[in-house]
T-cell receptor, first 114, second 116 residues
Framework: NAGVTQTPKFQVLKTGQSMTLQCAQDMNHEYMSWYRQDPGMGLRLIHYSVGAGITDQGEVPNGYNVSRSTTEDFPLRLLSAAPSQTSVYFC?????????????FGSGTRLTVV | AQKITQTQPGMFVQEKEAVTLDCTYDTSDQSYGLFWYKQPSSGEMIFLIYQGSYDEQNATEGRYSLNFQKARKSANLVISASQLGDSAMYFCAMRGTGSGNTPLVFGKGTRLSVIA
C-alpha cells in the first residue's frame, strides 16, 4: 500500500541513549518532514527536506539530526536522548507545494525517555 | 512566517447538532492552502478538508464544510449532524502553495466531545 511508513511504533530510551526513527515513503514525494506532538502544543516542525541531499531546520530542531540520501527515506536521529524529547513523532510527505499542497502522514512513533 | 490560531481548547456538542471549530491564520503568502485534520484517540492524522486561497467556493466534504473568510483570515470548520465518532482532536493547518517550499504549520488544536 502506498503511504508513509514509520518504525518503530513505540520506543523507550534511557537518558543519553541515541536512536534513529525511520521514515519511508513510496509516493515519489519530494517533500518530507518530521513533527513532534506534545499535549496542548499541536504539531511542531523539527526538520524538513525538499529533496535528496537538501534539509532544513524547523521550529524545534535542537537535539535532532536528519539526512536525506534518497527520495524515499528520511530518518530522524536523536543524538543523546533527554526526557524533554518524550513525545509522539510524525513523519509526513508531500509533493512540492506548487504541485499540490496535501500531506500524507505516517502512523506515528511514541517515544518515552526515562 | 505563518501562524495558525485555534482559540477553543475544548468544545462540547450534543449528538445530531452542528458545531463550528474556529481557526484564524496569518500569512504573507498570496497563494496558500488551509487544511483541517482529525486525530481520534488512536492517534492517526486523518485529513478532512482543504481550501485553496484562490478557491471561490467554500470547500465541502460530506458533513464537513469550511467557512472561508479571506478578508478576516478565518477558516472555520463546520461539522453538521455531529456523531459520537466525531469526538477527537481537530487541527487547523496551512502552507504556502507558491514557489517557496513552506512546510505545513499547525494550530494547537481543539478537542471536540460529542455528547449523546
Amino acid at each position: 500500500n502506498a503511504g508513509v511508513t514509520q518504525t518503530p511504533k513505540f520506543q523507550v530510551l534511557k537518558t543519553g541513549q541515541s536512536m534513529t526513527l525511520q521514515c519511508a515513503q513510496d509516493m515519489n514525494h519530494e517533500y518530507m518532514s518530521w513533527y513532534r506532538q506534545d499535549p496542548g502544543m499541536g504539531l511542531r516542525l523539527i526538520h524538513y527536506s525538499v529533496g535528496a541531499g537538501i534539509t532544513d531546520q524547523g521550529e524545534v530542531p535542537n537535539g535532532y539530526n536528519v539526512s536525506r540520501s534518497t527520495t524515499e527515506d528520511f530518518p530522524l536521529r536523536l543524538l543523546s536522548a533527554a526526557p524533554s524529547q518524550t513525545s509522539v513523532y510524525f513523519c509526513a510527505s508531500s509533493y512540492l507545494p506548487y504541485r499540490g499542497a496535501g500531506y500524507t502522514f505516517g502512523s506515528g512513533t511514541r517515544l518515552t525517555v526515562v | 512566517a505563518q501562524k495558525i490560531t485555534q482559540t477553543q481548547p475544548g468544545m462540547f456538542v450534543q449528538e445530531k447538532e452542528a458545531v463550528t471549530l474556529d481557526c484564524t491564520y496569518d500569512t504573507s503568502d498570496q497563494s496558500y492552502g488551509l487544511f483541517w485534520y482529525k486525530q481520534p484517540s488512536s492517534g492517526e492524522m486523518i485529513f478532512l478538508i482543504y481550501q485553496g486561497s484562490y478557491d471561490e467556493q467554500n470547500a465541502t466534504e460530506g458533513r464537513y464544510s469550511l467557512n472561508f473568510q479571506k478578508a478576516r483570515k478565518s477558516a472555520n470548520l463546520v461539522i453538521s449532524a455531529s456523531q459520537l465518532g466525531d469526538s477527537a482532536m481537530y487541527f487547523c493547518a496551512m502552507r504556502g502553495t507558491g514557489s517557496g517550499n513552506t512546510p505545513l504549520v499547525f494550530g494547537k488544536g481543539t478537542r471536540l466531545s460529542v455528547i449523546a
